[in-house]
């Protein structure tokens, strides 16, 4: 077997993968079929010197949804590593023996496209949640994830980004024991998954605060208790009694 046909076949087994449909790996072939032999490895030639020139995938969401655990089993089917020790010599300058990561971390790029309307200086999304109202614990200011627009959150949900919205509106925003949960666990273990986070409604100030203006206005709604009468506070007086007998 030629040396093309090995590249060909490698490329092709790949693509199958990657992608179960075909359509991908017809693409290809479509385009290498083209080729002689000296554009053929004129084209590999470029391929393989710079290091960012990829093989695209297209996807049908619709058709091949991709999850956590097909990107897994194509990553060590071609040993590909997902979770390597990342070393850190800006933190101390130490070139020939820098720190590094106590545990191993994800080190696969992720390319996102975001929207032509949510370039970084149009967006609102926020990065950080030290800045607070004192009185309500509310982020306010630049880090006021509330300000997040329309476009951007219909973006997310259209997209089934859920667990992007989910920490937008959650530890970084105004849930204070999901962002101390998660800070926690950052450090401990080097990462952290929305599933280990709590999410405690009474935590959430925001909808408590919407909840309270609307029982106030006299409507009734279930953002915080089911029953759609209980205040957040009303909830944790009961969570904290031990028994429900007065004594």
Do not use: W
């Not at 004192?134 to 306010?140: C, K």
């Not at 994830?145 to 919205?165: K, W």
């Not at 990462?191 to 935590?203: A, F, G, R």
């Amino acid at each position: 077997m030629s040396l093309r046909k090995e590249l060909e076949s490698e490329i092709y087994t790949f693509m199958d993968d990657m992608d179960p449909s075909g359509k991908n790996t017809e693409r290809l072939k479509r385009m290498f079929t083209k080729m002689n032999d000296q554009q053929f490895y004129r084209y590999m030639d470029e391929f393989f010197d710079n290091p960012d020139k990829n093989f695209t995938v297209a996807y049908e969401p619709m058709n091949n949804p991709v999850t956590v655990q097909f990107a897994q089993r194509v990553a060590d089917k071609h040993h590909i590593p997902l979770y390597e020790y990342v070393y850190k010599p800006y933190l101390d300058g130490n070139i020939e023996d820098p720190p590094k990561t106590i545990h191993k971390i994800l080190v696969i790029d992720l390319p996102i496209k975001r929207l032509k309307q949510m370039v970084f200086t149009k967006g609102h999304t926020s990065v950080t949640n030290t800045k607070r109202d004192a009185r309500t614990g509310q982020v306010t200011g630049h880090d006021k994830t509330a300000r997040v627009t329309d476009v951007e959150a219909y973006s997310m949900i259209v997209q089934e980004l859920y667990s992007c919205a989910q920490e937008a509106y959650g530890p970084m925003a105004d849930d204070q024991a999901a962002m101390y949960e998660m800070l926690r666990l950052i450090q401990k273990d080097g990462e952290v998954s929305l599933s280990d986070l709590p999410n405690d409604t009474t935590n959430k100030v925001t909808m408590n605060t919407i909840d309270v203006f609307m029982k106030g206005s006299g409507l009734i709604t279930n953002m915080v208790d089911e029953s759609g009468y209980l205040l957040s506070n009303t909830i944790r007086s009961k969570e904290n009694k031990i028994s429900t007998i007065e004594r």
